[in-house]
């Protein structure tokens, strides 16, 4: 399956962004879904990810209240909303498809990567 991330760029602290995740190649109800991110120096961390049929949703504690993970099987997307964006948010994110999990291991496809750039 393929991924192609968008939506990131450039947002002052306080504010939102919300990320989109189209997919190709197979059929998109068969994975979980996922986001990760990656900020410079710093290992890939998982942020959110959504089961096969989006009724079952799960985050980080560092986004957890701000951050909402959604599918639209349809459409084949996943999106991504961020509000109260921080600084600390800054980081590439990646969108990824595979099993329902919170380790990069439980993900067989990934995107390109968008980048996302929280000022204060």
């Known amino acids: 399956v393929q991924l192609q991330a968008s939506g990131g760029g450039l947002v002052q602290a306080g504010g939102s962004l919300r990320l989109s995740c189209a997919t190709s190649g197979r059929t998109f109800s068969n994975y979980g879904m996922a986001w990760f991110r990656q900020a410079p120096g710093k290992e890939r961390e998982f942020v959110a990810g959504i089961d096969r049929s989006g009724g079952w949703t799960f985050y980080a504690d560092s986004v957890k209240g701000r951050f909402t993970i959604s599918r639209d099987n349809a459409k084949n997307t996943v999106y991504l909303q961020m509000n109260s964006l921080k600084p600390e948010d800054t980081a590439v994110y990646y969108c990824?498809?595979?099993?329902?999990?919170?380790?990069?291991?439980?993900?067989?496809?990934w995107g390109q990567g968008t980048l996302v750039t929280v000022s204060s």
């Open positions: 990824a498809a595979g099993n329902s999990g919170r380790v990069k291991y439980d993900y067989d496809y």
